[in-house]
Nanobody
């Protein structure tokens, strides 16, 4: 069993920054691709970023503003979010990719955290 616990969300003004963390416990963390998704009210869950042994990937709307990183020694995944915009407001989830391929499709992820709220005011 794998448990994922996110933290670091909050309320920030447009142009500000937040760093989300996701601590994993249970099975091996380092051998898996990990991702961040977000879901805004009334919208479907969408891919934000992913990381595996070979690199990182981002959705176009966050490229150049967000950075995904991991510390395998601490079993922790991070999402550094800079230049935040009101449209970034959502609940952010970390998840483990069962395929290892940095998938952008939510069904490819088998374990999810409970989410952390990010609210960006204009």
């Amino acid at each position: 069993q794998v448990q994922l616990v996110e933290s670091g969300g909050g309320l920030v003004q447009a142009g500000g920054s937040l760093r989300l963390s996701c601590v994993a416990s249970g099975r091996t963390f380092s051998g898996y691709a990990m991702g961040w998704f977000r879901q805004a009210p009334g919208k479907e869950r969408e891919f934000v970023a992913a990381i595996n042994y070979s690199g990182t990937s981002y959705t176009d709307s966050v490229k150049g503003r967000f950075t995904i990183a991991r510390d395998n020694a601490k079993n922790t995944l991070y999402l550094q979010m800079n230049s935040l915009k009101p449209e970034d407001t959502a609940v952010y989830y970390c998840a483990r990719d069962r395929t290892g391929d940095r998938s952008e499709v939510a069904v490819q992820y088998d374990y999810w955290g409970q989410g952390t709220q990010v609210t960006v005011s204009s």
